[in-house]
C-alpha cells in the first residue's frame, strides 16, 4: 500500500506473527508477535507511516550511510577532506538529517514472507564520496526476522549499517529487561559520546552484561545507557514481559541504548508511550567514529570490497524456547 507522501507499506506474515516494513529507510513499522493468547507490538513504532518525515529518535530505521558518530562532522579520505552536516553539535549522527533513513527507497515483494528495497545514493549524498548501490532485503522465517544489507560503490568510501529499532517488547518499560551481552570490553566514549580510542574491560562495570543483569541493576540511578561493546560473538539476548529477543550478526560492535531521551513526537502505535526508557534498541555495527580513530578498523567500502552485513533478530515467548 501507499500513503499520501509516496511511503509504502509492506507486511510479512507467518502464523500469528506480522512485520510492517516501510519504504521510507526501510523502517520496521510495527513488529506483532503472540504472547499469553494475544498479540503484542514488540517495537515502538508511529501509528500513521506520514509522521516518520520527523522521526528524531530513528525509530526502526536502517541508519547510515554511517551510523553512530562522526567526530567534528568530518574526516579525510585519501588525503580529500570531507565536510558532513552538523545534526549533534559539533558531530554528525547516522549520516546526517538526509541520511538513508530520509530516503524513499524502492520496493519489491520479494517472496511470499520478505521483501527488497534497493537506493541509489549518488557521490556527495550528504557530503560523503561516492556512488553506492544499496539493497536491504528483509525476511520473515517463523519468529526469526532476518536484515540482509549490501552495498557496492564507485570509488573509496565508508559504509556502516545499523539496523534501529526500540524493542518494547510489548512492556511500558525495558527497565526490568534482563541483558545478555557476549562482549568483554567496550569504547569509552567522552562528554560528546564519542570515542576516547580506548578498548577497555567490562570486567567490575556495572554494565557488564556478560553473564546477564537487568537493566535497573546495571543502572539503578536511572541516568540509561548509550554505549558501544565490543563483541566476543556476534550474540546477544533479552527476556523482559514474557518474551525472548536474541540478536545474532557478523558486526563486531554493538550499541546498546536504553533510550532515556525518548519522548513521544508523534502519535504512537496502539499500546505504546514512548516515554523514557520505553524501548531498548540493540544496534549491530561497526566501531563507531572510527574514520578519525587510529586503531580502529575504518569500515571502507571499495568497487573491489562491497559491503554485506547480516543480522536476525528472533523474539518468541519465554515457553516456547
Known amino acids: 500500500m501507499s500513503d499520501r507522501s509516496g511511503i509504502r507499506r509492506h507486511v510479512l506474515e507467518e502464523g ?20 499469553r493468547g494475544a498479540r503484542v507490538p514488540v517495537v515502538l513504532g508511529y501509528a500513521d507511516p506520514a509522521d516518520y518525515a520527523h522521526n528524531p529518535a530513528y525509530l526502526g530505521v536502517i541508519a547510515g550511510r554511517v551510523a553512530n558518530r562522526i567526530s567534528g562532522a568530518g574526516f579525510s579520505l585519501d588525503e580529500v577532506c570531507h565536510d558532513l552536516p ?4 559539533p558531530n554528525h549522527i547516522h549520516g546526517g538529517p538526509q541520511g538513508l533513513h530520509a530516503r ?5 515483494v520479494a517472496g511470499p514472507r520478505a521483501v527488497r528495497l534497493t537506493l541509489v545514493s549518488p557521490h556527495g549524498e550528504g557530503g560523503y564520496p561516492g556512488r553506492l548501490d544499496l539493497t ?6 517463523a519468529d526469526a526476522l532476518i536484515y540482509d544489507m549490501a552495498a557496492t560503490s564507485d570509488r573509496p568510501t565508508l559504509l556502516n549499517l545499523a539496523q534501529h529499532s526500540y524493542y518494547s517488547l510489548g512492556a511500558e518499560s525495558c527497565r526490568d529487561f534482563h541483558v545478555t551481552l557476549p562482549a568483554s570490553r567496550y569504547t ?25 543483569r537487568r537493566i535497573s541493576e546495571a543502572d539503578p540511578k536511572g541516568q540509561g545507557f548509550d554505549m558501544n561493546f ?5 550474540q546477544a539476548r533479552v527476556t ?4 525472548v529477543l536474541k540478536v545474532e550478526t557478523d558486526q563486531p560492535c554493538l550499541q546498546l541504548y536504553t533510550g532515556q531521551y525518548l519522548s513521544a513526537e508523534h502519535s504512537p502505535l496502539p499500546g505504546q508511550s514512548h516515554a523514557p526508557f520505553a524501548g531498548l534498541c540493540l544496534e549491530p555495527q561497526g ?8 586503531g580502529f578498523p575504518c569500515p571502507l567500502v571499495t568497487p573491489e570490497q562491497p559491503y554485506c552485513q547480516r543480522t536476525t533478530v528472533r523474539i518468541y515467548e519465554e515457553d516456547a524456547a
Do not use: H
Not at 524513499?104 to 519489491?108: K, V
Not at 536491504?136 to 522465517?141: A, D, Q
Not at 566514549?189 to 577497555?200: F, L, M, R, S, Y
Not at 566501531?287 to 587510529?294: D, L, Q, R, S, T
Open 240 to 243: 523482559g514481559n514474557g518474551l
Open 136 to 141: 536491504v532485503t528483509v525476511r520473515l522465517e
Open 104 to 108: 524513499l527507497w524502492d520496493m519489491e
Open 86 to 89: 552538523v545534526n549533534e553539535a
Open 230 to 234: 565490543v563483541l566476543d560473538r556476534g
Open 188 to 212: 569509552p566514549n567522552d562528554a560528546a559520546k564519542i570515542p576516547t580510542g580506548e578498548v577497555a574491560p567490562v570486567m567490575g562495570c556495572p554494565f557488564d552484561f556478560r553473564n546477564g
Open 287 to 294: 566501531y563507531p567514529n572510527a574514520v578519525n580513530m587510529p
Open 16 to 35: 500469528d506473527v506480522s512485520v510492517a516494513i516501510l519504504n521510507r529507510g526501510c523502517i520496521t513499522q510495527d513488529w506483532q508477535v503472540p504472547l
